[in-house]
T-cell receptor
């Protein structure tokens, strides 16, 4: 089944403790992206990647890092999480970099930073 | 990127046709219109995409007038399971080498009741 898999689904952590949210897709998509969703703010893009070793900032990149060493994986790294990064996170991938044929989203990761 | 405006919420009864209109007055020549559906705590799901006139698939129809300054997502005979948030996105999907920062906004919350 074609899908984007995120792990973990739920995560509670403490301020300052480094964490990684994994994202993997099995569709051989070149384009991958991370979003966060907060009440009243919709989905906001954090980082995106056009292909292996090619990443760029989205609209809200502060406090996040990403890497794209393999085509299928695009982990989101929070080096020193803070409570304002408590949010629902989604990873997405697309056949075309600009969304032609649509993005496929993962099921989400609900992160709580205390 | 073209800015989009959608109603914040809509209500419908089961079995009715629902039309959600999105305004995008500054849409560019190469921009396409894409709609997504999102259920609570799930990632958005691609519904339909179009450039002009009418596009229909097994889920919905998309109507785009000649001036392309707006578009209407039409959901025939909605059921309770169509209760979700619907997002209208506008952007260039041709894949010219620049990744799209498609902006989801806050969408339209559709509530379907018996």
């Amino acid at each position: 089944e074609a899908q984007v898999t995120q792990n973990p689904r739920y995560l509670i952590t403490v301020t300052g403790k480094k964490l990684t949210v994994t994202c993997s897709q099995n569709m051989n998509h070149e384009y991958m992206s991370w979003y966060r969703q907060d009440p009243g703010l919709g989905l906001r893009q954090i980082y995106y990647s056009m292909n292996v070793e090619v990443t760029d900032k989205g609209d809200v990149p502060e406090g996040y890092k990403v890497s794209r060493k393999e085509k299928r994986n695009f982990p989101l790294i929070l080096e020193s999480p803070s409570p304002n990064q408590t949010s629902l996170y989604f990873c997405a991938s697309s056949l075309a970099p600009t969304g032609a044929y649509g993005y496929t989203f993962g099921s989400g990761t609900r992160l709580t930073v205390v | 990127l073209a800015k989009t405006t959608q109603p914040i919420s809509m209500d419908s009864y089961e079995g009715q046709e629902v039309n959600i209109t999105c305004s995008h007055n500054n849409i560019a020549t190469n921009d396409y219109i894409t709609w997504y559906q999102q259920f609570p705590s799930q990632g958005p799901r691609f519904i339909i995409q179009g450039y002009k006139t009418k596009v229909t698939n097994e889920v919905a129809s998309l109507f785009i007038p000649a001036d392309r300054k707006s578009s209407t997502l039409s959901l025939p005979r909605v059921s309770l399971s169509d209760t979700a948030v619907y997002y209208c996105l506008v952007g260039d999907i041709r894949g010219t080498g620049t990744a799209s920062k498609l902006t989801f906004g806050t969408g339209t919350r559709l509530q379907v009741t018996l």
